[in-house]
């Protein structure tokens, strides 16, 4: 511990700084994805993500949907499956993705995937019950996915009541309301 002793009409120097060395890049950029998440199915929400207060204590650590029982569940991100099977009689699906983040399925009727199984962004997971579970997670922190998850817009169409035929409409098509990005 250095101690400085100041008596009346001393006159102190301040220290000269020492060159103050280059910042070094970060070795972990922040996690900002490329693309919004693909929607895993098109049901209504029916339980929102609520983060809970401490680790231990209730809360919602995804998105609950109410699905037509034996809907398709798709895979949100590319990624690895890491878990596939049954936990307290409930089946279960986790991929991780590259940017280390972990997608979770819950509640499915029958699954599509096994483990070390590769996916894309919209491979079928599985089928649901009639409920479904969607939850993601940094680490061990649960994450939001309502944010990072895209929108389907279908195309609209009118359809001619004199007769002439129906034109083609285009596929629906993924808009990330979070990055403005198109999918």
């Known amino acids: 511990i250095a101690v400085l ?13 020492s060159p103050t060395p280059s910042p070094t890049p970060s070795p972990t950029p922040p996690r900002v994805p490329a693309r919004c998440l693909v929607p895993p199915l098109v049901a209504p ?16 650590r995804g998105i609950e949907y109410g699905p037509r029982p034996g809907q398709t569940v798709v895979a949100v991100a590319a990624g690895e499956v890491v878990f596939a099977g049954t936990v307290a009689r409930i089946r279960w699906v986790v991929v991780a993705h590259a940017d280390g983040r972990r997608a979770s399925y819950g509640h499915l009727a029958s699954l599509a995937v ?5 996916v894309v962004a919209g491979r079928r997971i599985g089928t649901t019950t009639d409920r479904f579970h969607l939850g ?23 359809v ?24």
Do not use: E, I, K, S
């Open 45 to 60: 929400v029916t339980d929102p993500f609520r983060m809970p207060p401490c680790r231990y204590c209730a809360g919602n």
């Open 160 to 183: 001619p009541v004199d007769g002439t035929p129906r034109r083609a409409v285009g596929p629906p098509r993924l808009v990330c309301a979070n990055q403005g990005a198109r999918r």
């Open 5 to 17: 002793a100041l008596t009346p009409g001393a006159v102190v120097a301040a220290p000269t700084p």
């Open 114 to 118: 096994a483990l070390g199984d590769r």
């Open 136 to 158: 993601l997670r940094d680490g061990d922190d649960p994450v939001d996915p309502t944010p990072l998850l895209g929108r389907w817009r279908f195309p609209t169409r009118l």
